[in-house]
């Protein structure tokens, strides 16, 4: 039945709750912070396909350049002349089917003064493009030359491919066109295409890094093509803020709110239940309780009863000696005698009522409702407790009501609760100096009451709600009975039990009951 809550239950009920509610947030903001992942790693993974559909396309497309090339260059230099009627026809074709070529062009390889031969422009080469054009002729050993330009840019083939090229053959490539899909990379997103070495081409869209805590996702792959190995890069920004997911946080935050409020609850009615189950039990098992709860205080007095005891039992010893010297030495001296054996039976007489009162204290109470004056039950518990609070260097102070204040009550059980209150005022005091308790019956108001106060620790503000808990306690050998106890008796006979700190120090216990149920 010993059990011990080092904590108060309104404490761990208040932790529980602060527990909860950060668990609470804590919960709520990893399922954001999950589902924002979540968003995110889908927009990556929707970027990465349409990109890579992208990347696929525009390989394509650009692989279809290689086989233009080819069919022109046959044309260009097959005979010693190239065919410019067929090389018109073709070009037009080309750019009718493929209109991201913007002009064919056929320039002379030469290393001083490159000539423009054949071009689909409406004017003329400029001298700049020319000279690119020859340049880049002049160094391809085989595979294509790419020079880039702003928005396009020109792919250069050597014709024929061999090291006595005559010509170099240029296909002018618009890159919005070879860019050009249907694919939707929302907003804040770029396309760019890039040459290898990273310079830029063309930008499509724009990808600005603004915002908080902006989250890039990229795409960048060389294309497929062999002959133009140019890079196809995508970003796309999207900030938390963008993809919060309202609908979802919300509900999971409510849900588990509601979840932790509901456990919560539950807890404390359990609690409540439990409380309630327990002081039915104690009510049920109240008699044999106290009993033993006053058994259990003579182990506690034992010590104060022993020396109390001692005075009376030295007393009849030094007194039986003196007896029996003068019964020896003058037996004619029979005053002498009676007057030693009269002194004998007083102390007999004084050390049997100190047991009679411990007899009593330790029976059952079987005598109901009686007339109890609270002014002897405080002198008995005086009596009681003085060698023990002596010991324990606490003064007692007795303040009794020069009228006597009645009630009708339990005797036993009266005393019992005085008792339970003097004993946990003296344990408050244990470790302080100048321990003091009082106990005060007055008549006041149409109330009797008898009051015990001490100067000890006092009672902590957030243990106070459980003080009446059965088997509520905070010293590690309590047993948390006694005012659940208290309380109990004082009740059922009619009575209001107070417990609650002193005005300056220590704690004040009132129990008053009115008059008309008393019998003053
Ligand atoms: P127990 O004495 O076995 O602990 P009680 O029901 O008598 O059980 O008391 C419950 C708790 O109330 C005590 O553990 C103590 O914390 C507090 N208490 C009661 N009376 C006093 C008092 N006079 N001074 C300080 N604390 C008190």
Request: with cysteine; proline share 4%.
């Amino acid at each position: 039945m010993h059990l011990t809550f080092l904590q108060a239950p309104t404490l761990i009920q208040k932790r529980i709750w602060l527990f909860s509610f950060i668990f609470w947030i804590t919960l709520s903001s990893l399922f954001t912070v999950w589902r924002i992942n979540d968003e995110i790693m889908e927009f990556n993974t929707d970027l990465s396909e349409k990109a890579l559909s992208l990347h696929r396309l525009v390989s394509q497309r650009a692989d279809q350049h290689d086989a233009h090339l080819t069919g022109l260059s046959a044309l260009a230099s097959t005979n010693q002349k190239p065919l410019f009627g067929m090389m018109t026809s073709l070009s037009s074709t080309i750019q009718k089917f493929y209109p991201r070529i913007t002009s064919i062009d056929l320039v002379t390889r030469s290393p001083n003064n490159p000539l423009e031969i054949f071009s689909t422009r409406q004017s003329s080469l400029d001298n700049l493009t020319i000279q690119q054009i020859n340049k880049a002729a002049l160094a391809a050993t085989g595979p294509l030359r790419i020079i880039p330009k702003d928005g396009y840019y020109l792919l250069v083939k050597r014709s024929p491919n061999t090291d006595a090229a005559r010509y170099g053959l240029s296909l002018t490539i618009d890159a919005n066109a070879l860019l050009q899909n249907d694919l939707d990379f929302g907003a804040n997103s770029a396309i760019s295409l890039l040459t290898p070495k990273g310079a830029s081409i063309l930008r499509i869209g724009d990808a600005s890094s603004d915002g908080f805590f902006p989250q890039e996702l990229k795409f960048r792959q060389v294309l497929g093509s062999q002959s133009q190995p140019l890079v196809l890069e995508i970003r796309k920004i999207v900030t938390p803020a963008g993809l919060f997911p309202w609908a979802s946080s919300l509900t999971f935050t409510l849900f588990l709110g509601f979840v932790l409020f509901a456990v919560n609850t539950y807890w404390k009615q359990l609690r409540h239940a439990k409380l309630a189950e327990k002081r039915a039990l104690l009510r049920e098992n109240e008699a044999r309780i106290a009993q033993a709860s006053r058994i259990n205080s003579l182990g506690e007095m034992a010590s104060g009863i022993a020396h109390e005891l001692t005075q009376p039992l030295t007393a009849i010893l030094s007194q039986s000696q003196a007896g029996e010297r003068i019964a020896k030495l003058k037996p004619e001296e029979t005053e002498k005698i009676v007057s030693v054996l009269n002194a004998i039976s007083q102390q007999a007489t004084r050390a049997g009522n100190i047991l009679e009162r411990l007899r009593k204290w330790s029976t059952k109470s079987t005598k109901g409702l009686e007339q109890v004056d609270l002014n002897k039950v405080a002198q008995d518990i005086n009596d009681l407790m003085m060698a023990d609070l002596k010991e324990k260097g606490i003064r007692l102070k007795l303040s009794l009501s020069s009228t006597a204040p009645i009630i009708l009550a339990d005797a036993v059980q009266i005393e019992q609760v005085v008792f339970n209150l003097a004993r946990n005022g003296v344990e408050a005091m244990e470790r302080i100096q100048n321990g003091c308790l009082e106990i005060d019956t007055r008549m006041n108001d149409g109330w009797t009451v008898i009051t015990i106060s001490d100067n000890g620790t006092g009672i902590p503000a957030d243990i106070r709600p459980n003080l009446y808990d059965p088997f509520f306690t905070t010293k590690t050998n309590g047993m948390g009975l006694g005012l659940s106890l208290c309380e109990g008796i004082v009740e059922r006979f009619g009575g209001i039990l107070k417990v609650e700190n002193g005005k300056d120090c220590g704690v004040v216990s009132k129990v008053s009951f009115k008059l008309d149920q008393s019998n003053g």
